[in-house]
């Protein structure tokens, strides 16, 4: 190929006024008479690049261009209005509300709840959420604040392995951790079993972690975060472990454990996707015309997503409180675990059960409870998503007013 470059070219002192077909009627680059060539209408051979060096000496390529009807405008680059950036930060805020709501404020509902489904023999079934109040501040007024805060480290640890678990699962075989919008039976299945491979993975360290939070305070030493982890591990390899009879095999925990994991979440899933549906089919999306309108659709953007995830986790916890008791139960027995008395919660109480299996608990429950005994301490969930719905709205009227405000 036949190079087009002139034999006199000598690099950056080239003017190219020998060769007509390379100065094409443009005046020649100099850096000593550049007052002769006019730089505003100078074009390049080839064109100019911005942010190349192929200018004049102490010229600079403008990186923005100044709109036509505008003359003098400063080259200034656009900065989102305060407005804006609240509406950003607004959905981060209601999603780490709801977020410290869910895990750290409601933590004392959790385990009162928990306390009273492996309370066999308790009298006061706390059906309404007045009498599961009075019970919980007397345990608080009792044995401290920190009575009602225990074992919430372990609840962490048990979503960390529960995460981490999914995922090398996940990433190690063929099963999806999402489905997508085109699925078929074969993925939903999948998905399902990998749901049930992670809950049988996390149970051990689910059951310490329930030990941990039912456990009375009065006897319990100061737990640290990865103990849940050691007695974890420790109940797989058979080592540090009650010498008990009626302890159950993980083996035998495991129905249990995986039918009420599996069915929260296709439960929750199901309710979140159609409470989704109808929220957007409702308040469909709208053009944002002046500042409140877009504080409102900042708002609606992030506020369903939210109420459907809360409705989905109520429908699921209630739908399902029978077999979370069943499952409690089974836990539980043989660990000689002490729990605090929760019909006045001032005294503590031993739990000695001699469950078979699941079919088992049942039937005793059934006999020696009742149908309402499946439901014991039933108020503390309604404390719990009450506070849990009174979070939410309030932080959605303070966001609401501070992006109005802005």
């Not at 075989?173 to 990998?194: A, D, F, M, Y």
């Not at 953007?301 to 209630?318: I, K």
Request: charged share 15%; net charge neutral; proline share 7%.
């Amino acid at each position: 190929m036949t190079s087009r470059r002139p034999d006199n070219f000598d690099g950056l002192g080239y003017r190219g006024i020998e060769d007509p077909a390379y100065s094409g009627g443009y005046s020649g680059r100099s850096f000593n008479n550049s007052s002769s060539v006019d730089l505003q209408n100078w074009v390049t051979t080839p064109p100019d690049i911005p942010g190349s060096r192929n200018l004049h000496f102490g010229e600079r390529t403008p990186q923005f261009e100044a709109p036509p009807g505008a003359p003098g405008a400063e080259d200034t680059l656009p900065t989102a209005p305060p407005s804006e950036q609240l509406n950003r930060f607004a959905g981060f805020g209601i999603g780490l509300a709801s977020l410290f709501t869910e895990n750290v404020l409601a933590h004392p509902c959790i385990v009162f709840r928990r306390q009273c489904q492996v309370n066999y023999h308790a009298r006061c079934y706390h059906l309404s959420p007045l009498t599961a109040v009075r019970v919980m501040y007397n345990v608080t007024k009792s044995q401290g604040p920190k009575a009602l805060w225990k074992g919430m480290g372990s609840t962490f640890v048990v979503q960390g392995v529960t995460l981490g678990t999914e995922g090398i699962i996940s990433e190690c075989t063929p099963l999806t951790r999402e489905l997508s919008h085109k699925w078929n039976p074969k993925q939903v299945i999948g998905h399902l079993v990998l749901k049930g491979l992670t809950c049988v993975v996390a149970m051990p360290f689910y059951s310490a972690s329930l030990i941990e939070t039912v456990q009375s305070e009065i006897i319990r030493d100061n737990p640290g975060i990865l103990d849940c982890v050691k007695e974890g591990v420790g109940r797989v390899m058979g080592m540090g472990v009650p010498n008990s009879k009626r302890l159950l095999p993980l083996w035998g925990l495991m129905l249990p454990t995986v039918l009420h994991g599996v069915l929260h979440y296709v439960v929750s899933s199901t309710v979140q996707r159609l409470v989704l549906f109808l929220l957007r089919r409702k308040s469909p999306a709208k053009q944002p015309v002046d500042g409140s309108e877009t504080v409102q659709t900042m708002l609606d953007a992030y506020f369903p997503e939210l109420m459907a995830s809360f409705v989905a986790s109520l429908c699921a916890d209630v739908l399902l409180y029978p077999l979370e008791t069943v499952m409690h139960r089974l836990h539980i027995q043989g660990t000689r675990t002490i729990i605090d008395n929760t019909d006045l919660g001032f005294e503590v109480l031993p739990i000695n059960t001699q469950y078979e299996g699941i079919r088992d608990c049942v039937n005793v429950i059934r006999r020696e409870e009742g149908a309402l005994g499946f439901y014991k301490g039933f108020g503390s969930i309604v404390v719990q998503y009450s506070l849990h719905a009174a979070v939410l709205q309030i932080t959605r009227v303070i966001y609401s007013t501070l992006l109005q405000n802005a």
